[in-house]
């Protein structure tokens, strides 16, 4: 059985996919820190191997990789609201960028090669003048806010 990881599972998003996954016969795991809120998987934790990973802590992702070794990797753990990313814009930034890329090390260091979705944003793209509407993935990146500035990086 195939198996895929979702980091930031105990989201929105996130407790979707896992319906979604393990509908199509997945064997899904999920990230989740010590203070991640489960209400939006509540009703599905049954078709979730949850499993504690900080994107901040490097060792706790190894640990995760080398444990699942998963066959897709669905990134959605972030800092995702711009306002908070106005109060804590270094903390945005570490999560977001600094977290990305100890997931790709982990990987790495797993020495396992598995298809990774990346969670974007339209905050990319930040200043979009009339005449470049509707975006296109070529449209100049213009962040508005350090969420959008993160997630360029």
Known sequence: MKKCLITGASGFVGSHLTEYLHAQGF??????????RLEFIDTIRDKIKLIEADLLDSHS????MKEVEPDYVFHLAAQSYVPTSWKVPAKT???????QINLFEAIRDAD????IQIACSSE??????LDEVPIKESNPLR???????????
Request: aromatic content about 10%; overall charge positive.
């Open 143 to 153: 962040p508005l806010s350090p969420y959008g500035v993160s997630k360029v990086t």
């Open 93 to 99: 930034m570490m999560v977001n960028s600094v977290g």
């Open 124 to 129: 990319e793209y930040g200043l979009v003048h």
């Open 61 to 64: 992702l190894v640990r995760l």
């Open 27 to 36: 064997d899904v795991y999920g990230t989740v820190r010590w203070r991640s």
């Open 112 to 115: 396992i090669d598995p298809k």
